[in-house]
């Protein structure tokens, strides 16, 4: 059986040949260190990022197979997004910028890390309207044709690889909290609800129309997807960064428009991508035709598929939950990491997968070592 076929048959849970060894990318850092150590060349780090052919090189050097999410993308945020402007430089060397959001945000030279938010384009129902809502509208040019263009060469050509294919569907609130912030959305969604459902509505909106415009040209080239793909990381150690019974009223209802349209397609498996502590929105992604939690990340709160298929069933699936520390550790936590998989990978409807980008301090040994043990073991 073909990767495609393995996995699609592990998250249907049906019979398969093997578990395909998946990742979720690396950090440039960490594709720089390991050219420097002269573990890859170094064409492949320079201009390396997420979902390339460079990205690809890396991964089969390893022994990975795949990387999950890598999926047609069109555009259902902003367009054009806010040019990169630097607002003014601090007297630390720091410099407040306006990102592709319209956040403002402190970037300090050399640190790489999630800056700190001061400021928003988006704060009222003025600036929705004259700066950010024309951003938000529909065109087709959102689709992206040239990647389905290019899919429907290489199937016609034999050369299209065996490998899951994802339709990007968009983000529902993830794109929303990055251009209000944390803070102003809680408080939009007192002082003016009406603005706030107006953005929901017009974000759900939009995703819609480029799922829905990106299958029916796709059904023209003769090409099919494997499942849908929400991106959000709206949930943070604690929980989550939006009230769950808003989230319920308000974002719920467009997933459900979402997957819907994707079954018309024949599209069962839908993930969906957010980091944190997600336990309590489980209940509306899986009410609403979201079966695919991703990347289960580990983190201080120890998340597994465990609990949540206890609780929910097999209705749940799952792809991720490795934890990613193990790189730096050495190979006897490699094993003891493994041996952890095995009873969720027993579980069924399971693909394990390191939980987030491999960080720089991976060792190039530990990672190669965790793709031989794992195809050995599963």
Not at 113 to 122: A, D, R, W
Not at 141 to 170: E, I
Not at 184 to 211: H, M, P, T
Not at 283 to 299: A, H, K, Q, R, Y
Request: proline share 5%; glycine share 10%; with cysteine.
């Amino acid at each position: 059986m073909t990767d495609r076929e393995n996995a699609l048959a592990i998250l249907n849970y049906g019979t398969y040949d093997r578990v395909p060894i998946v990742h979720f990318g690396f950090w440039p850092e960490t594709v720089q260190k390991w050219a420097q150590e002269g573990r890859i060349e170094q064409a492949i780090a320079e201009g390396y990022h997420y979902q390339s052919d460079r990205e690809d090189a890396v991964a089969r050097a390893l022994g990975f197979d795949f990387g999950w999410g890598q999926s047609v993308e069109g555009t259902a945020a902003l367009f054009p997004p806010f040019e990169k402007t630097v607002l003014e430089t601090l007297k630390d060397g720091s410099m407040k910028v306006r990102n592709s959001s319209g956040a403002i945000v402190i970037e300090k030279p050399g640190i790489v890390c999630i800056p700190s938010e001061v400021g928003y384009t988006l704060e009222d129902r003025d600036s929705w309207e004259r700066l950010v809502e024309p951003r938000l509208r529909w065109s087709p040019d959102r689709v992206d044709g040239a990647g389905l263009a290019r899919l429907a060469a290489a199937k016609a050509a034999g050369k299209l690889a065996d490998k899951p294919l994802g339709l990007w569907c968009g983000s529902l609130f993830g794109e929303i909290r990055n251009m209000l912030g944390v803070e102003n959305s809680a408080y939009l969604q007192v002082d003016d609800q009406e603005l706030f459902c107006e953005i929901i509505d017009r974000v759900g909106q939009l995703a819609l129309s480029l799922v829905d415009e990106t299958l029916n040209r796709a059904a023209g080239l003769g090409l099919t997807f494997d499942f849908g793909h929400f991106w959000e990381d709206i949930c943070f150690k604690n929980g989550p960064l939006i009230n769950p019974a808003v989230f319920e009223a308000l974002v719920g209802p467009w997933y459900a428009r979402i997957t819907e349209r994707l079954a018309r397609s024949g599209i069962s498996i839908v993930s969906l991508d957010c980091d944190g502590l997600i336990d309590s929105l489980i209940p509306t992604w899986l009410g609403n035709g979201v079966n695919t939690m991703f990347p289960i990340e580990v983190g201080t709160w120890r998340a597994s598929i465990a609990p949540w298929r206890e609780r929910y069933g097999r209705s749940l699936r799952g792809v991720g939950g490795v934890d990613k520390v193990v790189f730096s550790r050495g190979r006897a936590a490699v094993d003891a990491e493994i041996e952890r998989l095995k009873p969720l990978v027993e579980l069924g409807g399971y693909i394990p997968c390191p939980d987030h980008r491999i960080p720089p301090d991976a060792e190039w040994d530990c990672v190669a070592y965790y793709c031989e043990r794992f195809r050995e073991e599963f």
